[in-house]
């Protein structure tokens, strides 16, 4: 390409520019309009509760108020061991007549043996259908026609559903305190393992649900201390960009210092442990044997794990000081970069405050999206199908429970109930929920882009007129923040339509192609693997690729007024015409940003794992007790990340703004 001639003229961002790329304009306007019609549509069919109550034979939410099961919170099995069937794997629903009830039975007991005793009937005659009569039925008919069920368990809830209370005792599995129970069918004994088998396949993610009720409790009494550290997080990287402002140069040395010495601790740290353990029983096994563990510290009584976090560190240590060998007169140029960057924010505090703005509108498209995704996989209808204990050609089928009694199906299969399955559906609407699914996702993605491009557009704006502008700040806006943003709004919302529209499409084919290979892992087609990893690397590339190119042509774009092919060209000329300075002084200077990030991250995150796991005597008793203390860690060091990430990705577009003015 041609470079630009030199214009004496030219005093920063064009202030007399058009609208450009209208149509993209227009287009995402008439997404928004259409993502709202969806939304609203959403909404109208949508049931939430689907999700959060357990439902019946009959399709009816337990404990839903203003319905008649509103004082009946808990779900309860007529069969817990008819859970056990593969069909509940298939089907989500175990084939058995299931009711809501106000509280989980706490007492063996059968109906054959409470009739005829009369005692605890009462009691026993809430498990069983509502409206069911004793007088005009014998035991068996009751117990043929499903009115009540066989035999009843002492049962706790969990999730809302009666499953049987087990205990163990010296290592002997007990429900009660029996480790057999009467079926109430058979009339024999039988083993309470054939109830456990029936409670773990009713509920197959039990032990998972465990680990998040623990992880939730974690949250509970550690939540004002994660926010601390969060602030202090927020604190030292704030510090942190005020002292670049003022000791650019000496704050990157010390930056570079106190990584390479926060990651020679590290090493150190894993060492110790690595060497305390030594001898110590069950220490040597390998990380294969033990597998998935949900209590993470078992990990760490193995010397093998701390031997792996020692080599890792060690790599990074040995990667992170040739890098600074071989760059260090780019450093010192990259240094020089850094420092005008600081008098460009400096000039423009109120930049450092803007990724809150970004922030709140990403948050925003997150919450319209997964609320108008969970309205529309619960805006299906119930449906109902033939379940059985024989064997019935009718099974699986769907039916209608009102006229079931009177269908030739309750003729044939004597056995068979109508029960609700699950939700779906056979209109037009239903038919097409995964193309609406799908239009949520990829507006999702396209907006969240959009505004990612709007304050990366705004920051570039306003660090432009700040290059520019001869006699800082006088040739200045006033506000330049406000200025860029009005003049991004007002001329370029189909710009950055745009781009953001073909970044959206490149990563919706990335969520198929994702989506392809989670179906194609159980497949032995080796090609067709092949291929789709080879399709996968590809899209990740050009994802990449358009990503940096946006970015670059965003900048053309607050700075000239073009259109988003026109910025996008020039921009990517203007880069290949300074192809070695793009390569190694731009790139050392991100890298030097990432080192902060990482200091900040480092700092935060090995304060907080000394104070949760109580190494600092003098605030021991203060630091709660956890049941994981690694999720309050995890979470200040990925919460530090982001908010440092939040202030440096401000420095980091201005110096690829200033770097492209110059």
Same mark, same amino acid.
């Given at each position: ?9 030219? #005093? ?10 209208? @149509? ?32 019946? /034979? ?42 809501? &009830? ?18 605890? *009937? ?43 209370? &087990? =205990? ?52 509970? &009494? ?15 990287? @704030? ?28 090493? *150190? ?26 209590? @993470? ?53 109120? /930049?450092?405050? *803007? ?29 109902? #199908? ?13 039916? =209608? ?192 940003? *990432? ?41 200040? &060091?990925?919460? /530090? ?22």
């Amino acid at each position: 390409g041609e470079p630009r001639k030199y214009d004496p003229s030219f #005093k920063g961002p064009i202030h007399n520019r058009g609208c450009t790329d209208i @149509l993209c304009c227009i287009l995402i306007v008439l997404g928004i309009i259409a993502y709202v019609a969806v939304g609203i549509v959403a909404w109208t069919y949508g049931d939430p509760r689907k999700v959060i109550y357990p439902t019946d /034979s009959k399709g009816q939410f337990c404990g839903q108020a203003g319905t008649p099961n509103e004082k009946k919170p808990f779900l309860f099995y007529f069969n817990i061991m008819k859970c056990a069937s593969p069909l509940v794997l298939l089907e989500f629903q175990c084939p058995t007549t299931q009711i809501c &009830v106000e509280k989980c039975p706490d007492k063996f007991l059968t109906y054959i043996g409470v009739t005829t005793s009369q005692d605890n *009937f009462d009691y026993y005659k809430q498990f069983c259908r509502e409206g069911f009569n004793n007088f005009t039925k014998s035991a068996v008919e009751v117990l043929r026609d499903r009115d009540c069920p066989a035999m009843i368990t002492p049962s706790k809830p969990f999730t809302r559903r009666c499953f049987p209370a &087990v =205990n163990i005792k010296k290592g002997v599995v007990m429900v009660g305190n029996s480790t057999t129970f009467d079926d109430g069918r058979e009339q024999r004994q039988r083993n309470v393992t054939d109830l456990l088998e029936g409670a773990k396949k009713a509920n197959v993610v039990l032990e998972a649900r465990q680990v998040a009720m623990k992880i939730f409790e974690d949250y509970t &009494v550690s939540w004002y201390w994660i926010i601390l550290g969060l602030v202090i997080a927020m604190l030292i990287s @704030l510090i942190f960009v005020v002292l670049l402002r003022f000791l650019a140069g000496i704050m990157v040395w010390v930056m570079i210092v106190l990584v390479i010495a926060v990651m020679g601790y590290g090493i *150190f740290h894993c060492y110790m442990e690595y060497a305390n353990l030594k001898g110590t029983a069950g220490s040597d096994i390998k990380l294969t044997d033990i597998g998935f563990q949900s209590d @993470l510290r078992v990990y760490l009584h193995l010397r093998q794990t701390w031997l792996a976090f020692m080599i890792i560190l060690c790599i990074m240590e040995v990667v992170i000081i040739l890098l600074l060998i071989f760059l260090r007169k780019r450093i010192m140029i990259a240094i020089a970069l850094i420092k005008e960057s600081s008098r460009a924010v400096g000039h423009v505090m109120c /930049s450092l405050v *803007f990724p809150l703005f970004t922030f709140l509108l990403v948050c925003l498209c997150i919450a319209y999206w997964a609320i108008t995704a969970v309205f529309l996989s619960t805006s299906n209808e119930a449906i109902y #199908k033939v379940f059985n204990e024989t064997q019935c050609d009718y099974a699986g089928k769907t039916c =209608n429970p009102e006229s079931f009694n009177a269908s030739n199906i309750s003729r044939i299969c004597q056995d068979a109930t109508c029960q609700f399955a699950f939700y779906g559906g056979e209109t037009y609407y239903h038919k097409y929920l995964i193309v609406f699914q799908i239009y949520n996702a990829f507006m999702f993605l396209w907006l969240a882009n959009f505004v990612i491009a709007l304050g990366q557009v705004t920051l570039a704006g306003a660090f432009a007129s700040y290059y520019w502008a001869f006699k800082k700040p006088d040739d200045m806006p006033a506000f330049p923040i406000f200025s860029s943003l009005g003049r991004a709004l007002r001329y370029h919302t189909g710009s950055l339509a745009f781009g953001s529209l073909i970044l959206a499409i490149v990563q919706l084919i990335r969520i198929m192609l994702e989506y392809l290979d989670h179906k194609l892992k159980g497949a032995d087609n080796k090609f067709a693997r092949f291929l789709l990893c080879c399709l996968k690397c590809c899209f990740w590339c050009l994802e990449k690729f358009i990503k940096f190119l946006n970015r670059n042509a965003y900048i053309m774009i607050a700075i000239y007024g073009t259109n988003f092919c026109t910025s996008a060209r020039n921009a990517f000329f203007l880069l290949m015409r300074n192809i070695v300075r793009v390569a190694v002084l731009d790139k050392v200077t991100d890298f030097l940003l *990432f080192l902060g990030k990482l200091l900040v991250v480092g700092c935060v995150g090995i304060l907080a794992f000394f104070f949760f796991t109580k190494r600092i005597q003098i605030i021991q008793d203060t630091a709660p007790t956890l049941n994981y203390y690694w999720v309050p860690i995890l979470t200040v &060091v990925i919460g /530090s990340y982001l908010i440092a990430h939040g202030f440096f990705s401000v420095y980091g577009m201005c110096v690829d703004t200033l770097f492209l003015c110059f």
